[in-house]
């Protein structure tokens, strides 16, 4: 069953519903999974989205923050979601598709500003949730899934702008990318968007602070596609969609793309 994954931390869904549903029209991904809702599950605007194809859905909500949800043309069913590091976040939520493969959605704490957890609470909390995820996938290693979402970690040289300039600024030191290595070791995951773009450079975000974001492009990839080894042979066509960055009232992160044939 062949189909095409999208990921994109909307950051409020309800707030740019009609970018949501632009790209539902012009790129007409099979499943789409959103990070950063920022709204209860009833109150995420369903009924437009199953208007619009997507008659399926899985999510986690919370009013003002957090929230994942996975949008699907093709019946889906919820298969669960975990609360790391016990924060009381709704960032994760898994669901899986007829096929059998299980899709997790992941929204992973952005870590505040300060990479040092003797000082930033937030930044204790990320490795925490990092370490939370590499416990569960270690102890229960996944098979037949997808990992998808905003791990709000750049991990690579050329997934930041500047390597030498971010090594101290969070999303991209040392410590956070030898935890989401962890993450991805204990569970057998392979980076679907660099095993079909193996080098170069690639973003998926770029700060609002940014008057020109496209111009200076100061990006980093914090936006992620993994499928378990048994099946990511069957992972093709990944792509970020930096123009959508630009449409109105953006979010600051682009959607990325991956298509499997299973």
């Avoid at 930044?123 to 569960?136: A, I, V």
């Avoid at 080098?199 to 496209?214: F, I, Q, V």
Wanted: proline content about 5%; overall charge negative.
């Amino acid at each position: 069953m062949p189909f095409s994954l999208a990921t994109w931390n909307i950051n409020s869904v309800r707030l740019r519903e009609e970018i949501v549903l632009r790209l539902m029209s012009e790129e007409a991904p099979d499943v789409l999974c959103l990070q950063e809702c920022k709204s209860p599950v009833e109150k995420i605007p369903l009924e437009a989205f199953a208007t619009a194809g997507y008659t399926h859905s899985v999510a986690r909500g919370q009013k003002g923050y957090n929230g994942v949800a996975i949008l699907s043309k093709l019946p889906i069913r919820e298969a669960g979601s975990m609360d790391f590091a016990s924060l009381g976040h709704a960032r994760h939520i898994a669901g899986e598709l007829e096929n059998g493969v299980t899709i997790h959605n992941f929204y992973v704490p952005a870590g505040g500003d300060k990479p040092d957890r003797a000082i930033n609470e937030k930044f204790g909390q990320k490795l925490d949730y990092l370490t939370g995820m590499r416990d569960w996938f270690r102890d229960s290693r996944p098979e037949k899934s997808i990992l998808v979402g905003d791990l709000n970690i750049a991990p690579r040289e050329d997934d930041v702008w500047d390597h030498k300039k971010l090594l101290k600024v969070v999303s991209h030191t040392p410590v956070e990318v030898e935890h989401l290595a962890e993450t991805q070791d204990a569970g057998g995951w392979v980076d679907i968007t660099r095993q079909d773009i193996p080098e170069g450079r690639l973003y998926s975000w770029w700060s609002y602070r940014s008057p020109d974001w496209d111009g200076a492009d100061k990006g980093r990839r914090l936006d992620h596609i993994w499928a378990t080894s048994d099946i990511s042979g069957a992972g093709h066509s990944s792509r970020v969609l930096r123009n959508v960055r630009g449409w109105e009232k953006p979010s600051d992160h682009a959607p990325v793309f991956a298509s499997f044939d299973l």
